[in-house]
């Protein structure tokens, strides 16, 4: 289904010439130099091609021939490669020198295999330049420093069509392509029909954390994981254009500018449509919102507008909610990618899902330059120790995001971790009360406002309140600004065993109310109390997160209004 998917996709790119998606027998590669020859083959310059906008210059993604898969072993690429291929030169030790000379000279003899004969100029200059060409040279070419080690290509002085571009090189490299050498026929799992099956598939690049030079999806490199007498991906037989398609399609997902590319924990997460719609745009804004320049801050008014019009009223007009929509997760794993999660659906019922997500967790917010929509990396940071991304579980955001997908419930886990990050910094944030509030209407069913409910008699709503208001007597009373507040010392203990803390924190106020003179708030403590019988020995892991909550909630109703000119205060940090 995923490769099929993806297929598919490779297919509605390669009919907009728009997206530069690479035909058959090329790849989307970072290209950083080229050596600019004469006609007779001699060394003119180097051309820096680096995209040079950002501080450190960032290589130029070219579509040139495909590259073979590399293990340990010499294969040399056709008409760009390394420094090492190109010109026998890589930069590493000198001990490499020698496999320097053997890549040099299986490039050299791949390019007069192909181009022998081949009535073109460039190829016949390329062919002049490779046999007269000395790796002693290297050293003294324009930008050698930079360019050692990295990728190159090549054209004519004056030129703008590089060599690889040129028809009849073109030509010679689908030729080569049209006898494959150790592909056999067979039935693909993925069309059904016989084709000539792909032995090896293309690199995988792209997935935060795998290796630089790429992964597979399929992938069979030891006896154990064979069968039948079938080695490597004859296991799994996926024709020639299909692998090509496939991993094409994939790999332009995760290019570098991708805007259909959001990381959620451990897994590279990637999206598309089965049609042209508006929501492949905002679906990576929803998951991973606009910066804070011109031009990202008029997204993030558009991507409002748009969640805002999901959520509170019905499908837009402009959407075609039957259009087939599909989500993939990846996640390194050695030299293999795993599949972390997959999920085929369509626009409709994903927009459905996000809906409900939302609604769910929608509380209140503290301050009003907070989100309006957290995305999921932000929610799962309140998770993770230190507030380091690195640091989430990535069971967790896998767990996560299925629930988000298919409506079901958000894992328990995802509970205990925020509030396990609450009694571990006592910090109490409009992000950990919307994680919190998801997770007790979603899984528990439990009826919880936006804002301050004081119809609600729930005993950890309750004591939460209660909680707030002892807190805020107690600022009230100080002359000076308190660098720790009773929220410090007694949150954690406070939440799971009341019975412990509150008679304490009650007898505390009463010396606060006399200080400050604040009657009023010897009522609202009074007010609270009635509606509770006795302090429990114990709360729970759901009521702890209802205490939050109605701390929360009693906290922000506080800088709502002035109850008093004595309480006249800003909001806390």
């Known amino acids: 289904m995923i490769l099929t998917a993806l297929k598919q996709y490779y297919d509605r790119l390669n009919t907009d010439p728009d997206k530069g998606i690479p035909v058959f027998g090329f790849s989307r590669e970072k290209i950083d130099f080229a050596i600019v020859l004469n006609k007779d083959g001699g060394y003119v310059d180097t051309a820096d091609l680096r995209d040079k906008q950002d501080k450190k210059p960032r290589s130029r993604e070219m579509n040139v021939p495909q590259s073979p898969k590399r293990t340990v072993g010499i294969a040399p690429n056709f008409m760009w490669d390394n420094t090492g291929y190109v010109l026998g030169v890589d930069g590493k030790e000198k001990k490499d020198a020698l496999r320097g000379r053997k890549q040099f000279e299986a490039f050299r003899q791949f390019h007069h295999e192909l181009g ?147 990381q959620i924990g451990d897994a590279t997460t990637v999206f ?53 929509f599909f989500i993939l997760g990846l996640a390194p794993n050695a030299s293999r990618l795993s599949v972390r999660f997959w999920y085929a659906s369509t626009v409709a019922d994903i927009l459905g899902k996000m809906k409900k997500h939302f609604a769910h967790l929608r509380i209140e917010k503290q301050f009003d330059s907070e989100f309006d929509y957290p995305p999921l990396w932000r929610l799962l940071k309140e ?126 106020a009463q010396h606060h109310i006399q200080k400050a003179d604040a009657g009023f708030r010897d009522k609202q403590i009074e007010e609270i109390m009635q509606a509770i019988c006795e302090f429990p020995a114990h709360l729970s892991l759901k009521d702890q997160g209802m205490f939050t909550i109605g701390y929360y909630h009693q906290r922000n109703d506080f800088y709502k209004k002035n109850e008093s000119p004595k309480t006249q205060v800003s909001k806390e940090e």
């Open 272 to 324: 598309w449509a089965a049609q042209t719609t508006p929501v492949e745009d905002f679906f990576g804004q929803i998951l991973d919102p606009p910066g804070e320049s011109d031009a990202e801050i008029g997204q993030a008014v558009a991507l409002k507008d748009f969640l805002d019009a999901i959520t509170k009223v019905h499908m837009p007009n402009d959407i075609d909610g039957s259009v087939p």
């Open 383 to 508: 998770t993770a120790v230190q507030g380091e991304t690195k640091n989430i579980s990535p069971l967790l955001a896998g767990e996560v995001m299925r629930a988000i997908l298919i409506g079901g419930n958000y894992p328990e886990s995802l509970l205990s971790a925020v509030i396990g990050r609450i009694r571990a910094g006592s910090e109490i944030s409009y992000l950990r009360a919307y994680i919190i509030k998801g997770v007790l209407v979603r899984n528990h069913q439990r009826e919880i406002t936006m804002t301050l409910d004081k119809n609600n008699t729930n005993i950890g709503y309750l004591l939460g309140r209660l909680f707030a208001v002892l807190e805020k007597t107690q600022r009230e009373a100080a002359d000076v600004e308190l660098k720790a507040t009773i929220r410090d010392r007694f949150f954690s203990s406070a939440s799971a065993t009341p019975r412990a803390v509150f008679p304490l924190l009650l007898r505390l």
């Open 116 to 262: 022998d004969g081949l009535n073109d100029e460039a190829m016949q200059a390329l062919l002049k330049f490779l046999d007269s060409w000395d790796a002693a040279r290297a050293a003294a070419l324009r930008y050698w420093d930079d360019m050692i080690g990295k990728n190159v290509v090549f054209k004519f002085d004056g030129a703008m069509e590089y060599f690889h571009d040129r028809p009849a090189i073109r030509e010679a490299w689908a030729r080569h392509l049209a006898q494959p050498e150790n592909e056999g026929k067979g039935i693909c799992l993925v069309t059904g029909e016989e084709s000539a099956i792909a032995r090896l598939h293309p690199s995988i690049k792209g997935v935060r954390d795998a290796q630089s030079s790429g992964a597979a999806i399929v992938s069979f490199n030891l006896d154990a994981f064979c069968s039948y007498g079938k080695e490597q991906n004859f296991n799994a037989p996926v024709g020639v254009p299909v692998t090509f398609a496939y991993t094409t399609a994939l790999n332009y997902l995760l290019r570098y500018d991708s805007k259909q590319r959001v």
